[in-house]
C-alpha cells in the first residue's frame, strides 16, 4: 500500500535567503531598526503592517478577513520573518462588519 499523503513544499530558495539574512541582522543587533524595518516594509508590505515595539518584532495583516494568523509577535528576527513567510492558520472566525 504507497502512501498519497504528500508532505507540504519546503521553503523556496528566496525564502531560505530572507531567513538567512535575518539570522544575520540577528547576530548584529544593529543600534537602530529603521533599515531592517524599510526592508521587511519593502517585501511584506502588501500584506502587513510591519514595526519595531521595544524588543518585539510586530506585523499586522492588512486584510481583516485574512484565513491566516492576523497579528504576528516575534523577538527575534529569524523567527519573525519565518512566520511572515509561512504564518500560521487563524485561531478565530474574521468579525464580520456586515449586519444581516
Known amino acids: 500500500m504507497s502512501d498519497t499523503s504528500a508532505e507540504p513544499p519546503g521553503p523556496t530558495a528566496d525564502q531560505l535567503a530572507v531567513i538567512e539574512w535575518a539570522k544575520t541582522v540577528d547576530s548584529v543587533l544593529p543600534d537602530g531598526f529603521a533599515t531592517t524595518v524599510a526592508v521587511l516594509r519593502s517585501r511584506y ?52 462588519h456586515q449586519t444581516e
Do not use: C, Q
Open 45 to 96: 508590505g502588501h500584506k502587513y503592517v510591519i514595526r519595531r515595539n521595544g524588543r518585539l518584532w510586530v506585523a499586522t495583516d492588512v486584510d481583516p478577513d485574512t484565513e491566516t494568523a492576523p497579528t504576528i509577535i516575534e523577538e527575534t528576527l529569524t523567527r519573525f520573518v519565518a512566520a511572515l513567510e509561512n504564518p500560521g492558520p487563524r485561531a478565530g472566525n474574521p468579525f464580520n
